[in-house]
């Protein structure tokens, strides 16, 4: 089946530093890969989709200055959180389709829980 | 209105019932649909999928997608502890890549 590897999976960082977070598509070629955030006891947010060798969309209300997104290959996407700060704290994580059609299931990596201190 | 609305619960059920999740949504644009379990802590593990009318069954899990009342259900029978979890149900329209998730209903399924 199909998997999708994140890392890390836990990372503490100080206020004001960035933090990449990778997701990488093992078995298989994600041309779009889905980038969620999570806080505690809420649904999944979308934040913004990645598409190979083009530009990244964000949803309304995220900051493209702020999350930078690199889907520079057909099998990996990073994200990084620049200047983070305490309310970045959250539960980081990707997605992608297997590409056998569009209706294909999402797959999530194992996510990355992000705290700033 | 959110696009994928689900109780959030929490919904209980004893050990060994049938546990009925809910989830409707408003984009009659929709056609396929999704259920993904979340553990606390973890990502989300896909379920089941349906895309058609009618009843889809795999193991304990039988999905239901009605199209013209907009509605999609999990039923979980002889449900167990490890069922416990927040079940996620997400929509999808061939127009749009990404799912568009409801807010999870959290299951505890009690011995």
């Known amino acids: 089946g199909a998997v999708v590897s994140q890392h890390p999976s836990r990372v503490i960082c100080k206020s004001g530093t960035s933090v990449k977070i990778e997701c990488r598509s093992l078995d298989f070629q994600a041309t779009t890969m889905f980038w969620y955030r999570q806080f505690p006891k809420q649904s999944l947010m979308l934040m913004a989709t990645?598409?190979?060798?083009?530009?990244?969309?964000?949803e309304q209300g995220v900051e493209k200055d702020k999350f930078l997104i690199n889907h520079a290959s057909l099998t990996l996407s990073t994200l990084t959180v620049t200047s983070a700060h305490p309310e970045d704290s959250s539960f980081y994580i990707c997605s992608a389709r297997a590409p056998s059609s569009y209706n294909s299931p999402l797959h999530f990596g194992n996510g990355t829980r992000l705290t700033v201190t | 209105q959110k696009e994928v609305e689900q109780n959030s619960g929490p919904l209980s059920v004893p050990e060994g019932a049938i546990a009925s999740l809910n989830c409707t949504y408003s984009?009659?644009?929709?056609?396929?649909f999704f259920w993904y379990r979340q553990y606390s802590g973890k990502s989300p593990e896909l379920i089941m999928f349906?895309?058609?009318?009618g009843d889809k069954e795999d193991g304990r899990f039988t999905a239901q997608l009605n199209k013209a009342s907009q509605y999609v259900s999990l039923l979980i029978r002889d449900s167990q502890p490890s069922d416990s979890a927040t079940y996620l149900c997400a929509g999808h329209n061939q127009g749009a890549q990404k799912l568009v998730f409801g807010q999870g209903t959290r299951l505890t399924i009690n011995p």
């Open positions: 984009d009659r644009g929709s056609q396929s």
């Open positions: 990645s598409n190979e060798g083009s530009k990244a969309t964000y």
């Open positions: 349906i895309y058609s009318n």
